[in-house]
């Protein structure tokens, strides 16, 4: 989607704002905003500035609002200094995307721009959290995830898991090796007041000695690291999950963190070059850790759904499979929630893959917040007194990758992210479904672990229009992802990864009429509905 697309539409904007500084709603969507001319909205505004605050400033919205700066080097005293004499305030320093969050008007947004190293300037945007037969369907038909007699269960290393805490319960014991709360909403170590971190943990590494082995997690081996970014109702801010990368970052060595685990995400409304969460991630994965995150749950609404940082082209983005609690994968298909690409902004192929999503059953933590205010989502257990939880989202899909990963390692500690990535999508179980919905298919356990080939980079392919035919195509992926010496480049060719040789090429699959057209693209209806960006279940539980 074209920046430009944004502020075309006012309520874009007002709905944004709205969420962020608690702006008078009806200030924001009288008939004569809603009616204005918004042909002028990036026309003086500077092009380091988000299309959303530029809107505001012209629609002259007077509540200061956080904001994530940006700097094409480390701020000095002097950038912050800046932002006091224009009005503004430093809230947090964000070292590993030379950022400062700072809270100040759009007017006062607009004027600070004009500093020439501020690469970018964007709100502050609200993040959110978005197995018995799910184990046939990825692969695992013993309770202890046997393969061929020999059994990885990710141990030694070290999976950090952002979100809203875990609890120290029975499943985790000795393995939850650390705990920190990076939000302002501090929590004692070790609890989980939401709910959501607990449930995706036990999904990732939980033992199953609660459930009699019935609901062991995928890497039941793991070291577990605790770095909750998420408040007691799920929710959060983007700095707030930046300030968490940034701990681990410092922290990977000590906990041997391999594996970085994010069940949230945030509406896109920025390239991802200048996204600072997807920079956050990025700069995570280069440093050796593979990081897997969710693809959002606003699939119901159509093509480029796919949430940040799931936009990252290095990133591991999953979406959720449905598999109708029967032992049969013939009709297993993508939830009609999963977010579905391409990526809005970009258009990266995405989601990478897609994994069991749908009525989950891992562990509850009595008394959150999800336990309270949803009972009829306790499952009791005929082999055990311990009450679990069912949930469904992208957000139980990606512990089920995480997991995944951290088998892989324990297997072969050399591997690289680039490595990890190719081999997970490339030995996934292949759907005849347009990859913007499935990915490279559904994913595979024991096929992943037991992949061979290697590569030094991974990225999700670009999809472009061809100039001559009009279609769609994507990245030549033997190019994209050839390794250095070419001994393995036949291994990433599409036919392997996509499993259909016509897929980039086929007129009904990708011509206008299928994705490209204005119904498809550029309506508000299928992209920026309120429901979509803004409802409690869209928003706030991946």
């Known amino acids: 989607m074209q920046l430009t697309s944004i502020v075309r539409r006012p309520w874009v904007a007002a709905t944004l704002l709205v969420c962020l500084a608690a702006v008078e709603v009806s200030a924001l969507t009288s008939p004569a905003v809603l009616q204005a001319d918004s042909g002028s909205y990036l026309a003086d505004a500077p ?10 400033a012209e629609l002259a919205v007077a509540s200061p609002i956080a904001m994530i700066v940006t700097y094409s080097v480390r701020p000095t005293a002097t950038k912050t200094e800046n932002v006091y004499l ?14 400062l969050v700072v809270r100040m008007t759009p007017t006062e947004a607009i004027a600070l721009a004009v500093d020439p190293e501020i690469s970018w300037i964007t709100p502050d945007l609200p993040v959110a959290s978005s197995m018995d037969l799910a184990r046939q369907v990825i692969g695992l038909t013993t309770s202890t995830g046997s393969l061929s007699g020999v059994s990885f269960t990710g141990a030694g290393i070290g999976v950090a898991v952002l979100d809203s805490g875990v ?14 709360d990076v939000t302002s909403r501090t929590a004692p170590a070790g609890t989980d007041p939401f709910g959501h971190g607990t449930h995706v943990a036990g999904i990732l590494g939980g033992s199953g000695v609660s459930s009699g082995g019935t609901h062991q997690g995928v890497a039941p081996g793991v070291r577990l690291v605790s770095v909750r970014v998420l408040d007691g109702e799920g929710r959060g801010t983007t700095s707030d999950v930046i300030k968490g990368i940034e701990w681990v970052l410092r922290n990977r060595t000590q906990y041997n963190i391999r594996v970085a685990s994010l069940s949230l995400g945030h509406p896109i409304f920025e390239p991802a070059a200048k996204d600072p969460l ?5 700069k995570l994965w280069r440093t050796g850790v593979v990081v897997v995150c969710s693809a959002g749950n606003l699939g119901r609404y159509g093509y480029f759904t796919v949430t940040s940082p799931g936009n990252s082209r290095l990133a591991i ?5 449905t598999d109708w609690n029967t032992s049969t994968l013939d009709d297993d298909k993508p939830s009609t929630y999963s977010g579905r690409g391409p990526t809005s902004v970009d258009h990266v192929a995405k989601p990478d893959l897609i994994a069991p999503g749908n009525r989950i059953v891992s562990l509850r933590v009595p008394g959150s917040y999800l336990d309270q205010r949803y009972p009829e989502w306790r499952v009791p257990l005929s082999n055990s007194p311990v009450v679990h939880f069912e949930l469904s989202g992208s957000s139980m899909a990606v512990p089920m990758v995480s997991g995944t990963a951290a088998r892989m390692l324990e297997e072969e500690p050399s591997l690289n992210p680039a490595t990890v990535k190719a081999r997970i999508m490339r030995s996934a179980r292949k759907l005849d479904l347009p990859p913007w919905d499935a990915g490279a298919g559904v994913l595979d356990v024991p096929a992943a672990i037991a992949a061979t080939g290697s590569t030094n980079a991974a990225p999700s392919p670009l999809l472009f229009r061809g100039d001559a035919d009009g279609e769609i195509h994507a990245e030549d992926l033997e190019r994209l ?6 001994s393995e480049t036949a ?3 599409d036919t392997v990864l996509w499993g259909d040789t016509a897929l980039w090429s086929d007129t009904a699959l990708w011509s206008d009429t299928a994705l490209w057209s204005d119904t498809a ?3 508000d209806t299928a992209l920026w509905s309120d429901t979509a960006l803004w409802s409690d279940t869209a928003l706030w539980s991946d």
Do not use: C, H, Y
């Not at 609890?167 to 920190?180: G, I, M, Q, T």
């Open 47 to 56: 092009s380091n500035v988000n299309p959303a605050i530029a809107a505001a």
């Open 86 to 99: 224009g009005g503004g305030e430093v809230e947090k320093i964000l070292t590993s995307v030379n950022g």
């Open 167 to 180: 609890a120290s319960l029975s499943d985790f014991r000795n393995r939850l090796v650390a705990s920190v």
């Open 278 to 282: 997807v920079q956050a991630v990025e």
């Open 317 to 321: 983005t999953v979406g959720s499979l």
């Open 481 to 486: 992802w050839g390794d250095d010496v070419g």
């Open 491 to 493: 291994l990433w060719g």
């Open 521 to 523: 693209l550029w309506s």
